[in-house]
């Protein structure tokens, strides 16, 4: 007698996924009341400002080149939302639609904020050579005497926009079962590219190391949010 085919595992529970985003909020308000983001750009920077800034590898190939990258990828998944697909498993059209939407949804909210934002990045601090102050970024309102918009980080936004290729397997829609594997793997390649490119801001002297972790948890927000009104909907008889 054949052995029985395993099934696939069981969706990500809405409460764990839930809980897993509050620990990172936790994490950050911890964090933010440390002064763990001034000390960071202390040991990378000086009263002259940041070496990283004008390095080519950071600011030609890792920030303008990567940021090139992922436009074109961008542009793959819509290729790839709008292309028929036929082959076994592959997932219908109006999840290959949505998850470009989401994508673009996640960039709309970071730059929105950014634009609301008074905090300057920490180039712009005085000491670093700039004429700002250094205030936290939850001051909504109140000046530090530099330019601002600097929070949360766009170009960490670019790659955690991504985080909605993970929800078609870890939250699948009701009645399809699919493996789980694949959505990590979405997770473990969107989280090392928003890790790198953070990074590459923070040596810059451009972007706290904060500030790529709150754009994390915006950008997961939203998917998931906007993930389980669609999975909602396509649920409706």
Same mark, same amino acid.
């Given at each position: ?6 099934? =696939?595992?069981?969706?990500? /529970?809405?409460?764990?996924?839930? @809980? ?6 936790? @994490? ?5 009341? =440390?002064?763990?983001?001034? !000390?960071?750009?202390?040991? $990378? ?5 940041? @070496? ?19 436009? $074109?990828? +961008?542009?793959?998944? !819509?290729? !790839? ?7 076994? %498993?592959?997932?219908? &059209?109006?999840? &290959?639609? @949505? ?6 949804? /996640?960039? $709309? ?6 634009? %609301? =934002?008074?905090? /300057?990045?920490? !180039?712009?601090?005085?000491?670093? %050579?700039?004429?700002a102050a250094h205030l936290s970024h939850w001051r909504w309102g109140l000046s530090d005497g530099g330019p601002g ?8 936004? /670019? ?20 493996? &789980?594997?694949?959505g990590t793997r979405w997770f473990v390649a969107v989280i090392a590219l928003g890790l790198l490119t953070g990074a ?7 972007? +706290? ?9 915006l950008c997961a927000a939203l998917s998931l949010l906007l993930w389980e009104g669609l999975r909602r909907w396509w649920?409706?008889?």
């Amino acid at each position: 007698m054949p052995a029985p085919i395993p099934s =696939s595992p069981p969706a990500l /529970s809405l409460r764990h996924l839930g @809980a897993g985003w509050l620990l990172v909020v936790l @994490a950050g308000l911890a964090w933010d009341a =440390s002064p763990g983001d001034l !000390w960071v750009m202390q040991h $990378i920077g000086d009263p002259q400002g940041f @070496a990283g800034r004008a390095d080519w590898w950071l600011s030609a190939v890792l920030h303008d080149g990567l940021r090139q990258v992922l436009l $074109i990828a +961008y542009a793959g998944l !819509w290729l !790839w939302a709008l292309w028929p697909q036929r082959r076994p %498993g592959a997932l219908p &059209r109006r999840e &290959r639609l @949505a998850l470009p939407l989401l994508v673009l949804a /996640s960039l $709309i909210a970071v730059n929105l904020v950014k634009a %609301g =934002s008074r905090t /300057s990045c920490p !180039w712009d601090l005085q000491v670093f %050579g700039g004429t700002a102050a250094h205030l936290s970024h939850w001051r909504w309102g109140l000046s530090d005497g530099g330019p601002g918009r600097c929070f949360p980080s766009g170009h960490a936004a /670019s790659a955690f926009a991504f985080l909605p290729l993970v929800l078609p397997w870890w939250r699948p829609p009701a009645g399809a079962e699919r493996a &789980r594997g694949t959505g990590t793997r979405w997770f473990v390649a969107v989280i090392a590219l928003g890790l790198l490119t953070g990074a590459v801001q923070t040596l810059r002297g451009a972007h +706290y190391p904060s500030h790529t972790l709150w754009t994390f948890v915006l950008c997961a927000a939203l998917s998931l949010l906007l993930w389980e009104g669609l999975r909602r909907w396509w649920a409706r008889p």
